[in-house]
T-cell receptor, first 117, second 110 residues
Framework: NAGVTQTPKFRILKIGQSMTLQCTQD?????MYWYRQDPGMGLKLIYY???????DKGEVPNGYNVSRSTTEDFPLRLELAAPSQTSVYFC????????????????FGEGSWLTVV | DAKTTQPTSMDCAEGRAANLPCNHS???????VYWYRQIHSQGPQYIIH???NNETNEMASLIITEDRKSSTLILPHATLRDTAVYYC???????????FGTGTRLQVFP
């Protein structure tokens, strides 16, 4: 299993450009998440999905859009990039969300470094 | 979900026990305490979780006070590779969202 795979790993965008961060997982997990992490700060939840066709906002959804057409993929779209969106983005997945069950946990990707100039 | 309070940073000598405290004074009866850590800028890694009993696994031990208003994560023999940011999180059972705070930056020194 590859786990959670994010692409690209690094990207520089100009203000106003748009782009999509790709995330795919091969563990057949129902739950998927997008977080952003600003320098020296904790992770902030952007959007999450509890299954194909279902998405919901997290703490900081403004400026982003997501879709979940398949169980495997959960892309994050930035429509009009702004300098405030310069951050590290983490995609994650979980078999049953954050529910407390033995052996259940969240698996994170390696991160995507995005700079908006 | 209950809020948590952690010290911003801590130091620990290699080979000694690292004790990381977390305050969650507003925790309710159906909320669990989770610990994650983040090494460098990698994705966070699950460590341990518990409800009211103390828990131990191959990575760490979790001590929860009797009133459940605070807990301590114990790394029994810290190594340099344990240098990371440690997050204490309180979650309701069956919740869908994992919300991170600012965590404790643990520095293990030789």
């Amino acid at each position: 299993n590859a786990g959670v795979t994010q692409t690209p790993k690094f990207r520089i965008l100009k203000i106003g450009q748009s782009m999509t961060l790709q995330c795919t997982q091969d563990m057949n997990h129902n739950y998927m998440y997008w977080y952003r992490q600003d320098p020296g700060m904790g992770l902030k939840l952007i959007y999450y999905s509890v299954g194909a066709g279902i998405t919901d906002k997290g703490e900081v959804p403004n400026g982003y859009n997501v879709s979940r057409s398949t169980t495997e993929d959960f892309p994050l779209r930035l429509e009009l990039a702004a300098p405030s969106q310069t951050s590290v983005y983490f995609c994650a997945s979980s078999p049953k969300g954050d529910r407390v069950e033995v052996g259940n946990t969240i698996y994170f990707g390696e991160g995507s470094w995005l700079t908006v100039v | 979900d209950a809020k948590t309070t952690q010290p911003t940073s801590m130091d620990c000598a290699e080979g000694r026990a690292a004790n990381l405290p977390c305050n969650h004074s507003t925790i309710s009866g159906n909320e669990y305490v989770y610990w994650y850590r983040q090494i460098h800028s990698q994705g966070p890694q699950y460590i341990i979780h518990g409800l009211k009993n103390n828990e131990t696994n191959e990575m760490a031990s979790l001590i929860i006070t009797e009133d459940r208003k605070s807990s301590t994560l114990i790394l029994p023999h810290a190594t340099l590779r344990d240098t990371a940011v440690y997050y204490c999180i309180v979650l309701r059972r069956n919740t869908d969202k994992l919300i991170f705070g600012t965590g404790t930056r643990l520095q293990v020194f030789p």
